[in-house]
């Protein structure tokens, strides 16, 4: 050091001599192909699945000219890989039937594409829509802190008000919606028990960053879980609900319309209902310490007189923020409400329903004529016709020019707003899945039947085994990839093993199409677990800790519904 402390040009030297050694390292010398191969894949793998699957796929095709099933095997196939690893984006790959299927003569180019537009797809954009209206109108954001202070402020109890709150607006609206009305309430909340000195929000992680507490985790879990599971509640809960009921119907457009609006909720509320007491029940034992008030988790929920005031005071004042209801939000109320009630009296069963007395006044056989998308689109239609408040009544009172406005009201749906959010994408990915199905079950592939003669072999096990077995398969799959691909491609393959195994397809369509929305452990499962993960910086093994015994009691809820509960709804299922 005294050297080149005596000498300035050696200091210089030195120093340039240690940046080169430093750009030049030797562990760059000895970059081996083998490295160079694990970068290039790291960095690019997406490309080269989209390069070298479908060559690797290839072998499917024993024959040459390859067989209509075997094209179709081909289609399905690369189709399910690219949604499972998402190396292009969804929507994009769902595209490959209209390219595929009329240049390998499976279907027409007019076949293909009507499969991306019908009434599952217009049912799809309507619920959209309706959602989008109480959002922008702030309903939402109303209901869930008049609920919170109507249940209370502890955390047994805010947990069980936020959870059942968020689940009950799933039903209605998408779920990723209904998560991300939840997460500036959490944060309200907690902010104020923090500042309380009585939890902390985010806790150090290993190299020093922050992230989510346990108490916060299990907050900001239980929004997206509870979304999800209410997704489950009715037809527009969630898109997958959608996709398996319009699969069954493809499948068999001549069989009664077992999953109408009032029928789908009679089957899915109770349960959906268990299932979210099961999931409050397992989050209040694993991070409040019920039932072990001895645990550190049952110190840690602890709150205090002056913590709950504090919680009380923080809601009052959302809601004194808010304000009085406001006539856009009693159209919405009016409208929203109007369409839930045709959905259910259309064709009741029970009674002779509006959409009954329409086809009997025409005179057509066909019960399934009119659709609910005709009276969710209607609804719809009127959202954007009506003004979102009454000052057009002022036109009448106007005594001179400038007491006329001077500008449009606002709709109680706003177009321009809606369409910049509205995820379109997920037309085209219902679409090809449909298009899928109905190549899969035509006379020129009979790939479903190609299917079926591998699947004969479960008709020796108990019809609840194979039930349970589908129902585990899919929730496995879901956590992985996109729910409504998973229901795309799982849903028709048990079908038709009910078709082989000689029972009733819509048991198994229900069980592999309720579980395709159990995504509740791994974030990219679904977009509620990545919103909640990226707004309160959740570690996947946390997620993964909160979702796991909701995964298991979910299975086990719903495999009891489909076996025992199912054939009360339908009876039909044990013919």
Request: proline content about 5%; some cysteine; hydrophobic content about 50%.
């Amino acid at each position: 050091m005294a050297e080149y402390a005596s000498d300035p040009d050696n200091i210089s030297e030195n120093i340039g001599r240690n940046e080169e050694e430093d750009q030049f390292s030797p562990d760059d010398e000895l970059l081996t192909i083998k490295k160079k191969f694990i970068y290039y894949f790291c960095f690019h793998w997406r490309g080269l699945i989209c390069t070298f699957l479908p060559i690797i796929l290839i072998p499917i095709q024993l024959s040459f000219p390859p067989k209509g099933y075997e094209m179709c095997a081909y289609t399905l196939e690369l189709m399910a890989i690219f949604w499972v690893t998402e190396c292009i984006p969804l929507a994009v790959t769902s595209f490959l039937p209209v390219v595929i299927f009329p240049l390998t003569g499976i279907m027409s180019t007019a076949e293909t594409c009507a499969c991306y537009m019908n009434d599952s797809i217009m049912m799809f954009l309507a619920s959209m829509w309706l959602a989008y209206a109480i959002e922008q109108s702030g309903l939402h954001i109303r209901l869930a802190h008049h609920v919170i202070r109507c249940v209370g402020y502890s955390h047994y109890k805010l947990l069980f008000s936020m959870s059942f709150t968020t689940m009950f607006v799933s039903i209605w609206i998408t779920n990723t919606a209904a998560t991300t009305m939840m997460v500036p309430i959490n944060f309200a909340i907690l902010k104020v028990f923090e500042d309380q000195n009585l939890l902390q929000i985010y806790d150090e992680g290993s190299h020093g960053e922050k992230v989510a507490s346990d108490i916060a985790t299990c907050y900001f879990c239980a929004a997206t879980l509870s979304a999800s599971i209410g997704g489950i509640g009715s037809l527009v809960g969630t898109a997958t609900n959608l996709v398996f009921k319009e699969l069954f119907t493809r499948l068999y457009p001549d069989a009664p319309e077992y999953l109408s609006f009032p029928k789908f909720s009679a089957f899915t509320i109770p349960f959906m209902v268990i299932m979210e007491l099961f999931c409050y029940l397992y989050l209040i034992i694993v991070y409040f310490g019920y039932l072990r008030p001895k645990s550190k988790a049952a110190r840690n929920a602890e709150i205090t007189e002056s913590g709950m005031e504090a919680a009380k005071q923080a809601v009052e004042e959302k809601i004194k923020e808010i304000g009085s209801v406001t006539t856009w939000e009693i159209f919405v109320l009016i409208l929203f409400t109007g369409a839930i009630l045709l959905f259910f009296s259309r064709s009741p069963q029970i009674f002779v329903g509006w959409g009954d007395a329409i086809s009997n006044y025409f005179g057509i056989e066909d019960v399934k004529f009119v659709r609910d998308s005709a009276a969710a689109i209607f609804v719809v239609f009127l959202m954007l016709l009506i003004p979102s408040s009454l000052k057009f009544y002022d036109n009448f009172r106007a005594k001179a020019y400038e007491d006329f406005p001077d500008k449009q009201l606002p709709s109680v749906l706003l177009w321009d707003k809606m369409n910049e959010v509205m995820p379109y994408s997920f037309m085209f990915l219902l679409g090809g899945g449909f298009a899928l199905s109905k190549a899969a079950k035509s006379d020129y592939t009979d790939l479903n039947g190609k299917i079926g003669n591998i699947l004969k072999n479960f008709k020796y096990l108990p019809n609840p085994l194979v039930l349970l077995l589908i129902i585990i398969v899919t929730v496995f799959i879901t956590n992985f990839a996109s729910n409504v691909a998973v229901c795309n491609v799982i849903v028709p393959i048990a079908m038709q093993l009910a078709r082989e195994i000689n029972r009733s397809p819509l048991w198994y369509n229900l069980a592999a199409g309720l579980s395709s929305s159990y995504a509740f452990c791994v974030p990219v499962g679904t977009p509620g677990n990545l919103i909640v993960q990226g707004a309160a910086n959740i570690p996947s093994s946390k997620m993964i800790k909160a979702g796991i015994g909701v995964t298991f009691s979910s299975i086990f809820v719903t495999w009891l519904a489909v076996c025992f509960w199912a054939p009360i709804i339908w009876p039909d299922l044990s013919t």
